[in-house]
């Protein structure tokens, strides 16, 4: 009587555990859901006054002016920059930290080094923002100015390259962490074959460990993407076609940080194209990761 009695106790523990866990994850869904819900209801009224063709098409975007014009390509060509400059750093320095924390490092040196760099995610970015614009950018006005190359003073190579240095945690830490799941046996069998550790590591351990490699890349990319104080501070919040990091250049971020200051009285056209801004941005960052997951895919198939 009491076994049964214990049993019936463990099932409804175990019923009601199982609800608070379907019940978190209910929760995200439903942010997730209500964060799109009121950007493309928002977005919806943007795009009853304004063509949708002129919005992609048009390589002027000035909301504010008194002939407002709404293409948002310089936007987007600002957060292209100023991302690829951030990946350029980030990806190659993040995976080499994490190989030599994973493969190469004693177990003290990478419980200290660790938590140290994952430090790095903590500092305000607005700190790194002043620290690209007044110590960054007067470095490359230097290094540049003999090849005849003028930086201004808000550029998106300062701010990417700082950008980078902000996501490499994020890179480092994942794949570190894949790299470590990677199964003993698969290492032991490199070594057997006569493989150094160097090979082993790139040949055998990132390739089993892509999975949350790409993962890795995809968060960092993502909180690069949606950044915002380093490019307002760093970048400028001026609109225009960029073609080279050297140049100035606002993102699609730093225009709803610049028009989200509470000045445009709400449900006008210019506030509204915080929201379509918003999508856009939304969309693009949903495009990079299923092609991210459609990579991923193909090459776990091929290895």
């Given at each position: 009587?009491?076994?049964?009695?214990?049993?019936?106790?463990?099932?409804?523990?175990?019923?009601?555990?199982?609800?608070?866990?379907?019940?978190?994850?209910?929760?995200?869904?439903?942010?997730?859901?209500?964060?799109?819900?009121?950007?493309?209801?928002?977005?919806?009224?943007?795009?009853a006054q304004v063509?949708?063709?002129?919005?992609?098409?048009?390589?002027?975007?000035?909301?504010?002016?008194?002939?407002?014009?709404?293409?948002?390509?310089?936007?987007?060509?600002?957060?292209?920059?100023?991302?690829?400059?951030?990946?350029?750093?980030?990806?190659?320095?993040?995976?080499?930290?994490?190989?030599?924390?994973?493969?190469?490092?004693?177990?003290?040196?990478?419980?200290?080094?660790?938590?140290?760099?994952?430090?790095?995610?903590?500092?305000?970015?607005?700190?790194?923002?002043?620290?690209?614009?007044?110590?960054?950018?007067?470095?490359?006005?230097?290094?540049?100015?003999?090849?005849?190359?003028?930086?201004?003073?808000?550029?998106?190579?300062?701010?990417?390259?700082?950008?980078?240095?902000?996501?490499?945690?994020?890179?480092?830490?994942?794949?570190?962490?894949?790299?470590?799941?990677?199964?003993?046996?698969?290492?032991?069998?490199?070594?057997?074959?006569?493989?150094?550790?160097?090979?082993?590591?790139?040949?055998?351990?990132?390739?089993?460990?892509?999975?949350?490699?790409v993962g890795a890349?995809?968060?960092?990319?993502?909180?690069?993407?949606?950044?915002?104080?380093?490019?307002?501070?760093?970048?400028?919040?001026?609109?225009?076609?960029?073609?080279?990091?050297?140049?100035?250049?606002?993102?699609?971020?730093?225009?709803?940080?610049?028009?989200?200051?509470?000045?445009?009285?709400?449900?006008?056209?210019?506030?509204?194209?915080?929201?379509?801004?918003?999508?856009?941005?939304?969309?693009?960052?949903?495009?990079?990761?299923?092609?991210?997951?459609?990579?991923?895919?193909?090459?776990?198939?091929?290895?």
């Amino acid at each position: 009587m009491e076994r049964d009695f214990t049993k019936k106790k463990v099932r409804v523990s175990e019923r009601i555990m199982e609800g608070l866990l379907f019940a978190a994850a209910a929760v995200a869904i439903a942010i997730v859901l209500g964060i799109v819900y009121v950007v493309v209801s928002e977005s919806t009224k943007f795009f009853a006054q304004v063509s949708a063709i002129e919005f992609l098409t048009s390589t002027t975007w000035t909301p504010l002016f008194d002939n407002p014009q709404y293409g948002i390509a310089p936007l987007l060509t600002g957060t292209f920059m100023s991302t690829l400059v951030a990946l350029a750093v980030a990806v190659p320095l993040g995976l080499l930290v994490a190989i030599w924390l994973s493969e190469f490092a004693g177990h003290r040196t990478r419980e200290t080094i660790k938590p140290t760099l994952e430090l790095l995610a903590a500092v305000p970015t607005v700190v790194y923002g002043y620290f690209a614009l007044l110590f960054v950018t007067p470095m490359l006005q230097q290094a540049l100015r003999p090849l005849g190359i003028e930086l201004p003073s808000f550029n998106l190579l300062s701010a990417g390259l700082v950008m980078g240095l902000m996501i490499i945690p994020y890179i480092a830490s994942l794949s570190e962490d894949a790299m470590r799941a990677v199964p003993r046996s698969m290492r032991e069998g490199s070594f057997a074959m006569g493989a150094t550790r160097l090979e082993t590591s790139f040949r055998v351990v990132v390739p089993a460990a892509v999975s949350g490699v790409v993962g890795a890349v995809i968060l960092g990319m993502s909180r690069a993407i949606g950044e915002t104080m380093i490019v307002v501070v760093a970048g400028g919040t001026q609109p225009q076609m960029v073609t080279t990091p050297a140049q100035g250049g606002a993102t699609v971020t730093a225009f709803i940080a610049q028009v989200a200051l509470g000045d445009l009285p709400f449900g006008t056209l210019e506030y509204n194209s915080i929201f379509a801004a918003g999508l856009a941005l939304l969309v693009l960052t949903l495009l990079f990761n299923f092609v991210a997951f459609f990579l991923q895919r193909r090459y776990r198939e091929a290895y």
